[in-house]
């Protein structure tokens, strides 16, 4: 038996949310990592590499580390949006910012790290300018999307939402030195996970909303 919509958005919804939450945890811990120390992050870096047998600084332990983190504070959020899920009022909230928390939380965590701390000279560093111009069209884009005014083939979208997470993705991982640390492919591809998610999410919230219409 085939499910309902009702159903398949409920399921939806929680996708999104989880997704977001995940994106979010691990745009907190990237921005944390970036600009500033974390004595629990090292202490946890210590045991995973010492339960494995490795030297205390492998960098095993670090990713092993970041991401045991990033997942706590993921799972934190995703536990509040559950909490507040059946209000109309967190519903809208998450309906109408996930997808530009999406593209915007990777970019933003770069951004950050570029006026914190710097970028060293062999990396990519094109203007700021084109950016934010750039992050800007992204974030229009969705909301012509959320309102229903995206009016672009459904291959083309994904085109766009491609060349905005390589555009960031290639910045973050080091221009054409991206093959040298493979791990950090995960920020790009959670964030273009978590927009796929909310833009079927809302998809399936407007079909739900024409049939109660019709």
């Not at 979010?24 to 992050?41: D, I, R, Y």
């Not at 504070?73 to 910012?97: G, N």
């Not at 560093?125 to 992050?135: A, C, G, I, K, M």
Request: hydrophobic fraction near 55%; proline fraction near 5%.
């Amino acid at each position: 038996m085939t499910q309902s919509i009702p159903a398949r958005v409920g399921y939806l919804q929680q996708a999104n949310e989880f997704l977001l939450s995940l994106n979010l945890g691990l745009a907190v811990m990237l921005e944390q990592h970036e600009t500033s120390h974390s004595f629990l992050a090292e202490r946890l870096q210590f045991l995973i590499n010492g339960k494995l047998h490795l030297h205390p600084h492998s960098k095993v332990g670090g990713y092993g580390a970041f991401f045991v983190l990033a997942v706590g504070v993921a799972l934190c959020i995703f536990l509040v949006f559950r909490f507040f899920s059946r209000r109309s009022l967190a519903k809208q909230v998450v309906r109408t910012l996930a997808g530009p928390v999406a593209l915007v939380a990777f970019p933003a965590t770069w951004l950050c790290a570029a006026y914190s701390v710097g970028i060293l000279p062999a990396l990519p560093n094109p203007p700021r300018f084109w950016l934010f111009f750039e992050l800007s069209v992204a974030v229009v884009c969705a909301l012509l999307y959320l309102y229903e005014k995206w009016n672009v083939p459904a291959w083309a979208g994904i085109l766009l939402l491609t060349i905005h997470y390589g555009v960031w993705g290639w910045l973050f991982l080091g221009g054409v030195f991206f093959w040298m640390d493979p791990a950090k492919t995960i920020f790009p591809l959670v964030g273009f996970c978590s927009f796929l998610a909310w833009a079927v999410y809302v998809s399936r919230s407007f079909r739900l909303k024409g049939r109660r219409l019709a």
